[in-house]
């Protein structure tokens, strides 16, 4: 953070400190003193939490990626999400209760009734989100029926995994481990990873290339760049500096058991069918993201039975792939379903859809899919609400 963006989080923090304060006095000091003091002391710790990580980002002397660094940042930001903003939309219908009785005085009980239902809703939604939901992980098993599809190879059972963002995993990397022997325990064929695994840069990874390395699978692992995996978020880093970290970040990649496609394909032989798997890597950040080079990533491929590609940004579907190749299934992730929304066996909605309209699930134009995959950890806020992480487990199907 800047020292401006410093001073500026301080004053917010201080200002928001003293307003709710003086709404729980105005509010329940000379109604119920006992409530007054219980919630005082309840929003002190919270306050306390505050400060505490506030004050341990702003004085943090290591690498920017470490991801004790990370961790913290968004650990901060659920806090803001939590108590910060619940706290300003009471003492905004607080205050505003005091200015339509500004004649009579006193302030508007309802108002601010409602404005403690409402932050305490928001609170409580906030806490399972992070305590629960981000680690209610949802296995997603479905089929895609592909025309014409060579019935020596139906039945091909391919793991999705995309935007683990590593630092997610900060002190949990038991549940990590948990998820790698539950990929293993499909018994899948293929592996493929969409891209992002950290947020930052290479740091993130924390040794957790050993903890990947365990999810194998019979034919092999492949992976892509996400636009997070570039450097991209970097902050003060130099085009040489993101270079490196791209570098050091393919490493890790390939010692997680990997095999990375850089703007390029590998073809298979399984079972005497050759299978294509072409892998463009995604830069820059929304809404400019960069595609990779799809054409340079299909020279050369010529006589294949079947074309699998991996694409971060499941945008690039529309603006490449469809009616343009024949591509039969392309696997993406990158909207997370934007952390928040509705999931339900007949419905599904999240505000991702402005920004992505595949934002997750299964999609089909003519005869070519797209599966976006919602992604295994969270980025920027430490929280899912109603939007669980998942590994997608897609079996390949003759009509």
């Known amino acids: 953070m800047t020292i401006p963006e410093v001073m500026l989080a301080f004053a917010i923090l201080i200002l928001v400190e003293v307003l709710t304060f003086i709404v729980l006095k105005e509010h329940f000091y000379f109604r119920s003193k006992p409530k007054f003091f219980i919630l005082l002391t309840a929003n002190m710790i919270l306050s306390f939490l505050l400060w505490f ?41 607080h205050f505003s209760g005091r200015l339509l009785r500004f004649r009579k005085g ?51 059972r391919i793991v999705q995994l995309s935007d683990m963002h590593l630092a997610s995993f900060y002190h949990h990397h038991d549940l990590l481990e948990d998820l790698m022997d539950e990929v293993k325990s499909y018994n899948p064929d293929l592996i493929i990873n969409t891209g992002d695994f950290v947020n930052f840069g290479w740091r993130e990874f924390d040794r957790c290339d050993t903890i990947l390395l365990k999810a ?27 270079q490196a970290n791209t570098i050091k970040m393919n490493d890790l990649i390939t010692a997680s058991g990997y095999r990375m496609l850089n703007d390029e394909h590998i073809i298979l032989n399984i079972k005497g069918f050759n299978i294509a798997f072409i892998g463009v890597n995604t830069a820059g950040r929304h809404p400019d993201i960069i595609h990779g080079d799809l054409h340079k990533a299909m ?101």
Not at 127 to 139: H, P, Q
Not at 216 to 241: I, K, Q, W
Not at 359 to 374: A, I, P, T
């Open 106 to 156: 006193g302030h508007s009980v309802w108002l601010t009734r409602a404005g403690i239902l409402l932050s305490s809703g928001i609170f409580v939604i906030v806490a399972l989100g992070s305590f629960a939901g981000r680690f209610n992980f949802k296995t997603e098993m479905l089929t895609v029926r592909i025309k014409g599809l060579d019935p020596k190879i139906s039945g091909l």
């Open 53 to 93: 990580l506030l004050i341990k980002i702003t004085t943090f002397k290591g690498f920017y990626d470490e991801p004790v660094n990370i961790a913290t940042q968004m650990n901060l930001t659920g806090l803001m999400c939590a108590v910060v903003f619940p706290r300003i939309l009471l003492s905004f219908l």
């Open 216 to 242: 194998t699978s019979r034919y092999g692992n492949f992976a892509v760049f996400g636009n997070h995996d570039m450097g991209t978020y970097l902050p003060n880093s130099s085009d040489s500096e993101k």
């Open 299 to 399: 020279e050369g491929l010529d006589s294949v039975d079947f074309k699998i590609l991996l694409a971060h940004d499941p945008n690039q579907w529309k603006q490449d792939v469809t009616r343009k190749t024949d591509i039969s299934l392309t696997l993406s992730g990158h909207t997370h379903g934007l952390q928040m929304g509705i999931m339900t066996k007949r419905f599904k909605w999240s505000p991702s859809h402005y920004f992505y309209p595949e934002w997750n699930g299964l999609f089909k134009e003519g005869e070519q899919y797209l599966y976006v995959n919602r992604g295994l950890g969270v980025l920027a806020i430490p929280f899912r609400i109603w939007m669980p992480p998942e590994i997608t487990i897609l079996t390949l199907s003759s009509e």
